[in-house]
């Protein structure tokens, strides 16, 4: 049956609405299609281009070339020198182990490297280059290069590596550089991405670490293009980082050498100071170690025999060392009655060879005495009994006040690590830290540099210099920064009195040239460079009444750990001041046979800027230093190990 016209204009009228509807609807979305191909095509189209670029470019950070380090000649001390590397990305190579079984045909790779390259693989950032061969040859870097289609995520670099020419002189004063370390990083709250870079370098210790935001410099950037395999194809921009900041220390290149090897053989220290800047010229602790070894990751054979080494290399002893100072505190308790009015030059105390106090019997170094002694002899032959007076005088409170006046006791702010603040001890200090009450008797102890007090080499430099020049003089490290001059160490006056001074002065010229003094043999003859000095002998070991009775036995005769400490200050010339210096022998036993002859050669070595004339010595030693001029000559034109490696 069919069905009516009216029915069928209805039903193609719904059709027709229908293929209305979905007809908008597909043009709708085929607009709405166009549109966004256009926006994305068109209107996005750098924002795309950019993120394919980075499929391609990478950013790399440059290292900066660290800042030297120079004399106060502007000789070098610490330079940069050229260092090839290989390198591994984990994301860029793959199969990390094919490839360095592959590198490993091409390259000699050290078990230990490799292991350290392994772990640093599997644990740092993929996209982090992880050095698996340091300091390799030219050749080595060739075979790479040639067979670089086959090493993918491999790449042969060149750096700069620290490199301390003169070795151990300048290992405890300047320090040295080491890679960055996790114990490095975790110390910062927010390391910069340059400290990730392979094998950076950072400072470790000494004036290194201490300017290490100065000497380090800024990172650069550069963009290069890499390929799928992600080697890279061509450099496509490059932004140079700053170079570190160049350092002028104040020490002096061959004063330094020399004091190095004149202290060889010995657990020692010496310092000298400028007296009218307060540069530290000579800062010189023995024995020492080749900085270079640390540079490139010192073995663990080497590291032990150092810290075995009874000598004890590692710490500074110049600055970080801290002995009684025997003798040569005489003269801070001297000034402490003078300046009290408690004593007066001409003033005469007399010494049977003992003291009592408070029921102890305190001995000087004399067993028979000195009998009757003014400040002066008092000095000269360094009477202890005449000590112990003006300490019963003056007291502790006013032997510590002098000391730290002169230096004992304060910590200098100084480039260097864990710089001594020594200790000039007073009733609050043993109250403090010992629990206890002071005694006179330990007035008497420090009244001669024994009991609590303790000085560093470097403080007794800088008491000599103000002795010696009526300032206080602080001393310097640091002479100039990228060019700029630092301030000096000259110091203002020490508000003593000059005349209390003066006869200090002529009582230390007396120990090195009148020949009952205790450091005669080591005087210097030329008239117009005589020194001023005090020895010094510090016990480290309580001595019995029973051997006191029966004789104390000679340092010669007790092991080494039980000598006494040996101890020397001076200054020069005499009449007008240029150098003061100190020199501690551990262990060495006596002040005027030990300390006494190796300041009075670095002394000379200053005065006359080289080795001085023979005629200089006193006419006994001649010989003898001539035979030291040459073996120290010869010890100080060794190259070093790392010269003779590169050789």
């Given at each position: 049956?069919?069905r009516?016209?009216r029915?069928?204009?209805?039903?193609?009228?719904?059709?027709?609405r229908?293929?209305?509807?979905?007809g908008g609807?597909?043009?709708?979305?085929?607009g709405?299609?166009?549109?966004?191909?256009?926006?994305?095509?068109?209107?996005?189209?750098?924002?795309?281009?950019?993120?394919?670029?980075?499929?391609?470019i990478?950013?790399?950070?440059?290292?900066p070339?660290?800042?030297?380090?120079?004399?106060?000649?502007?000789?070098?001390i610490?330079?940069?020198?050229p260092s090839?590397?290989?390198?591994v990305t984990?994301?860029q190579?793959?199969?990390?182990?094919?490839?360095l079984?592959r590198l490993a045909r091409?390259?000699?790779?050290?078990t230990?490297e490799?292991?350290?390259?392994?772990r640093?693989l599997?644990?740092?950032?993929g996209?982090?280059?992880?050095t698996?061969a340091?300091?390799?040859?030219?050749?080595?870097?060739s075979?790479?290069?040639?067979?670089?289609?086959?090493?993918?995520g491999v790449?042969?670099?060149v750096?700069?590596?620290?490199?301390?020419?003169?070795?151990?002189?300048?290992?405890?004063?300047i320090?040295?550089v080491g890679a960055?370390?996790?114990?490095?990083l975790?110390?910062?709250?927010?390391?910069?991405?340059l400290?990730r870079l392979?094998?950076?370098?950072?400072?470790?210790?000494?004036l290194?670490?201490?300017?290490?935001d100065?000497?380090?410099?800024?990172?650069?950037?550069r963009?290069?293009?890499?390929n799928?395999?992600?080697?890279?194809m061509?450099?496509?921009?490059?932004?140079?980082?700053?170079?570190?900041?160049?350092i002028q220390?104040?020490?002096?290149?061959?004063?330094?050498t020399?004091?190095h090897?004149?202290l060889?053989?010995e657990?020692?220290?010496?310092?000298?100071?400028?007296?009218e800047?307060?540069?530290i010229?000579?800062?010189a602790?023995?024995p020492?170690?080749?900085?270079n070894?640390f540079v490139?990751?010192i073995?663990?054979?080497d590291?032990?025999?150092?810290l075995e080494?009874?000598?004890?290399?590692?710490?500074?002893?110049a600055?970080?060392?801290i002995?009684?100072p025997?003798?040569?505190f005489?003269?801070?308790?001297?000034?402490?009655?003078?300046?009290a009015g408690?004593?007066?030059?001409?003033?005469?105390?007399?010494?049977?060879?003992?003291?009592?106090?408070?029921?102890?019997?305190f001995?000087c170094?004399?067993?028979?005495g000195?009998?009757?002694?003014?400040?002066?002899r008092?000095?000269?032959?360094?009477?202890?009994?005449?000590?112990?007076e003006?300490a019963?005088r003056?007291?502790?409170?006013?032997?510590s006040?002098m000391a730290?006046?002169l230096?004992?006791?304060?910590?200098?702010?100084?480039p260097?690590?864990?710089?001594?603040?020594?200790l000039?001890p007073s009733?609050?200090?043993k109250?403090a830290?010992?629990g206890?009450?002071?005694?006179?008797?330990?007035?008497?102890?420090?009244?001669i540099?024994?009991?609590?007090?303790?000085a560093?080499?470097?403080?007794l430099?800088?008491?000599t210099?103000?002795?010696?020049?009526?300032?206080?003089?602080?001393?310097?490290?640091v002479?100039?920064?990228?060019?700029?001059?630092?301030?000096?160490?000259?110091?203002?006056?020490?508000?003593?009195?000059?005349?209390?001074?003066?006869?200090?002065?002529r009582?230390?010229?007396?120990?090195?040239?009148?020949?009952r003094g205790t450091?005669?043999?080591?005087r210097?003859v030329?008239d117009?460079?005589?020194?001023?000095?005090?020895?010094?002998?510090s016990?480290?070991?309580?001595i019995?009444?029973?051997e006191?009775a029966d004789g104390v036995r000679?340092?010669?005769?007790?092991?080494?750990?039980?000598?006494?400490h040996?101890?020397?200050?001076?200054?020069?010339?005499?009449?007008?001041?240029?150098f003061a210096?100190s020199?501690?022998?551990e262990?060495?036993g006596?002040?005027?046979?030990a300390?006494?002859p190796?300041?009075?050669?670095?002394?000379l070595?200053?005065?006359?800027g080289?080795?001085?004339?023979?005629?200089?010595?006193?006419?006994?030693?001649?010989?003898r230093?001539?035979?030291?001029?040459?073996e120290?000559?010869?010890?100080r034109?060794?190259?070093?190990?790392?010269?003779?490696?590169r050789?």
């Amino acid at each position: 049956m069919r069905r009516p016209a009216r029915d069928r204009a209805e039903g193609q009228r719904r059709i027709t609405r229908r293929a209305l509807v979905l007809g908008g609807a597909q043009v709708a979305v085929l607009g709405a299609l166009l549109f966004r191909m256009r926006h994305l095509q068109v209107d996005q189209a750098d924002e795309f281009r950019l993120l394919a670029d980075e499929n391609r470019i990478n950013l790399q950070l440059i290292a900066p070339a660290r800042g030297r380090i120079f004399d106060r000649e502007g000789r070098v001390i610490a330079e940069n020198v050229p260092s090839y590397r290989i390198t591994v990305t984990r994301e860029q190579a793959g199969d990390t182990e094919a490839v360095l079984d592959r590198l490993a045909r091409l390259v000699e790779l050290k078990t230990g490297e490799l292991e350290k390259a392994r772990r640093d693989l599997a644990e740092l950032r993929g996209d982090t280059p992880v050095t698996v061969a340091d300091r390799v040859d030219w050749e080595a870097i060739s075979r790479v290069a040639v067979n670089a289609p086959a090493l993918p995520g491999v790449t042969p670099e060149v750096g700069l590596s620290r490199r301390y020419p003169l070795g151990a002189a300048y290992a405890h004063a300047i320090g040295y550089v080491g890679a960055v370390s996790e114990r490095d990083l975790d110390r910062l709250d927010a390391p910069e991405a340059l400290l990730r870079l392979p094998r950076f370098q950072i400072g470790k210790i000494g004036l290194e670490a201490r300017h290490e935001d100065i000497l380090r410099g800024e990172a650069g950037t550069r963009r290069v293009e890499v390929n799928a395999a992600g080697r890279i194809m061509r450099e496509l921009e490059r932004q140079e980082g700053s170079p570190g900041a160049d350092i002028q220390v104040t020490c002096d290149n061959a004063l330094q050498t020399y004091a190095h090897a004149r202290l060889r053989g010995e657990g020692a220290a010496a310092v000298m100071l400028d007296c009218e800047t307060g540069d530290i010229l000579v800062c010189a602790s023995s024995p020492g170690y080749d900085p270079n070894l640390f540079v490139r990751g010192i073995s663990s054979a080497d590291y032990r025999a150092l810290l075995e080494d009874p000598l004890r290399p590692l710490p500074n002893k110049a600055v970080q060392g801290i002995y009684p100072p025997g003798s040569t505190f005489k003269m801070v308790t001297a000034l402490a009655a003078l300046d009290a009015g408690l004593v007066d030059f001409n003033e005469t105390v007399y010494c049977p060879g003992f003291k009592e106090v408070s029921g102890r019997r305190f001995h000087c170094w004399k067993r028979g005495g000195h009998g009757n002694v003014d400040l002066h002899r008092s000095l000269r032959n360094s009477c202890d009994v005449y000590y112990y007076e003006m300490a019963m005088r003056v007291g502790i409170e006013g032997i510590s006040a002098m000391a730290r006046r002169l230096g004992i006791g304060e910590q200098f702010d100084l480039p260097m690590t864990s710089v001594a603040e020594g200790l000039a001890p007073s009733r609050q200090w043993k109250l403090a830290y010992r629990g206890e009450a002071w005694m006179v008797g330990d007035s008497a102890n420090t009244a001669i540099g024994q009991g609590f007090v303790l000085a560093s080499p470097l403080q007794l430099a800088v008491m000599t210099a103000r002795l010696a020049t009526s300032r206080a003089i602080v001393p310097r490290l640091v002479k100039s920064i990228a060019g700029v001059d630092q301030p000096t160490g000259h110091g203002d006056s020490l508000g003593l009195n000059e005349n209390h001074l003066r006869e200090i002065r002529r009582a230390m010229f007396a120990v090195s040239n009148n020949q009952r003094g205790t450091a005669f043999r080591s005087r210097i003859v030329e008239d117009s460079l005589r020194l001023a000095g005090k020895t010094g002998t510090s016990q480290v070991r309580n001595i019995s009444a029973t051997e006191r009775a029966d004789g104390v036995r000679d340092n010669r005769d007790l092991p080494r750990e039980q000598r006494d400490h040996a101890l020397f200050v001076a200054f020069a010339p005499h009449d007008a001041p240029r150098f003061a210096l100190s020199v501690v022998v551990e262990h060495g036993g006596g002040g005027s046979t030990a300390a006494a002859p190796i300041a009075r050669d670095i002394m000379l070595q200053a005065l006359y800027g080289g080795d001085p004339p023979l005629s200089a010595y006193p006419a006994a030693d001649r010989p003898r230093i001539r035979t030291l001029q040459e073996e120290l000559k010869r010890e100080r034109e060794r190259p070093t190990p790392e010269a003779n490696d590169r050789a």
